[in-house]
């Protein structure tokens, strides 16, 4: 059984970096399913970004992985808020004046872990079985 990673890349989300960390460092280190229940019920604006890259590292890992995942052991590996592009704007002041000031966007980085689904071999089950019947016919037998 096997470790398999995927991530996703959310950029130019229009929040500032401080505010989305803090939503970030909500679902640090859980599983995927424990992070969408929390960010839907967090009422903040980043967590819909931050659900948003989750939920896509999460349809990477299952679907672009050439084995079979098991969707309950999916957790969030790693996740990271840095600072985005700074668009410089200008907003009216007093006496015909204008004062700068920047939109600040963020980038949000997501990476998933899943362990690989645990095929069970025909051979597996067959000495089962007849392990199963060896012991029925011994109880039988006393």
Do not use: C, W
């Amino acid at each position: 059984m096997s470790t398999h990673f995927a991530r996703a890349v959310e950029k130019g989300i229009d929040s500032q970096p401080r505010k989305v960390s803090i939503v970030a460092s909500l679902v640090r280190d859980r599983y995927v399913a424990d992070a969408v229940v929390i960010l839907e019920n967090t009422p903040r604006r980043a967590a819909r970004a931050v659900r948003k890259a989750i939920e896509s590292a999460t349809a990477n890992l299952l679907n672009n992985s050439n084995v079979s995942i098991d969707p309950k052991s999916v957790r969030i590996a790693r996740i990271s808020v840095t600072a985005g592009t700074r668009m410089r704007r200008y907003v009216p002041a007093s006496r015909g004046r204008a004062l700068p000031f920047e939109k600040i966007s963020s980038n949000i980085f997501v990476e998933v872990a899943g362990e690989e689904k645990v095929k069970k071999s025909a051979a597996a089950s067959n000495t089962a079985s007849k392990d199963l019947a060896e012991k029925a016919d011994g109880k039988e037998n006393k």
